[in-house]
């Protein structure tokens, strides 16, 4: 039996690892055929390892495994022409782009990332989704589904932008915002060629962008060495399901949705998927 996406192609930035490879596996599984991208070095500023070549090459091999063809590129989103390059490189290979999932991302919290990581957090996760857009535009085929990987951060007042979070913290919540408006415009520009664009809000989820030690203090500031059982509780006070953490499938479901056919009367929605985080921070009837 065919698949949703049988025939379809879609471009994944952030594929490496975490939610991207998520991604990659949930739509090969449903027919598509990938262009993974990811930086595959580290950057500085960051507070965690970022992913590596052999994280993509594990990307593309889980998606060949499924029967799918896929291209990799190594490419930084902060950098326009190179990223343009890659995707027209690809789509010489596997043709037309119908799916698009801006999914790079980084969060640099705690009060010990220097100020250099507000740039790069919003060079990042603003202009890099900007980037990946513009990069796939000339190459999108009819009916195509743009979906820009936001935050639940995008909606939340104080937290992430707290002192305690630091530059990158507030640069985390500045750059989702912009995300979610951007998604928001983009879509009335793009509704009248039948392109949707959307994003997802995720909650806190199981990857390296929270398995890491500066969260953790984030979370626990009254331990000196906090682990990642420490951190639980934190995590948990902000769902209202009674999960702490998600997994990345849980999201590539939603991206899944959006890049279907199932959603082809949809545009402009940002779509939470945070366990009820929102809730307690949006009433009901508002944007």
């Not at 989103?77 to 790079?104: F, H, K």
Request: contains cysteine; proline residues 6%; negative net charge.
């Amino acid at each position: 039996m065919a698949g949703k996406l049988e025939g379809k192609v879609a471009f994944i930035t952030g594929a490496a690892r975490g939610q991207g490879r998520s991604h990659a596996v949930k739509l090969a599984g449903e027919g598509a055929d990938i262009i993974a991208v990811d930086i595959c070095a580290q950057i500085p500023s960051s507070p965690y390892d970022l992913a590596t070549e052999a994280d993509l090459e594990e990307t593309a091999r889980l998606v060949r495994e499924l029967g799918r063809r896929v291209v990799t590129r190594v490419a930084d989103v902060r950098e326009r022409t190179p990223l343009a390059t890659a995707v027209t490189e690809a789509v010489a290979e596997l043709g037309g782009i119908d799916i698009v999932v801006a999914n790079a991302g980084v969060s640099m919290v705690g009060p010990t990332v220097p100020m250099i990581g507000w740039f790069d957090t919003v060079s990042i996760n603003l202009s890099g989704v900007i980037n990946t857009l513009e990069a796939a535009f000339p190459h999108l085929r009819e009916n195509a589904s743009l979906i820009c990987i936001s935050s639940m951060a995008a909606m939340m007042a104080g937290s992430v932008d707290s002192p305690a979070a630091g530059p990158g913290g507030a640069a985390y919540s500045h750059s989702k915002r912009a995300v979610s408006r951007l998604v928001h415009d983009l879509a009335l520009q793009l509704a009248p060629r039948s392109i949707r664009v959307n994003a997802v809000l995720p909650g806190n989820v199981d990857t390296a962008m929270i398995r890491n030690d500066a969260l953790y203090r984030l979370f626990r500031p009254d331990l000196e060495n906090p682990t990642w059982e420490d951190a639980q509780p934190g995590f948990q006070s902000m769902h209202r399901l009674p999960v702490p953490t998600m997994q990345p499938e849980d999201i590539s479901e939603a991206v899944l949705f959006l890049a279907s056919d199932a959603s082809r009367m949809v545009t402009g929605l940002q779509l939470k998927v945070d366990a009820g985080t929102l809730l307690t921070q949006t009433t009901a009837g508002t944007p």
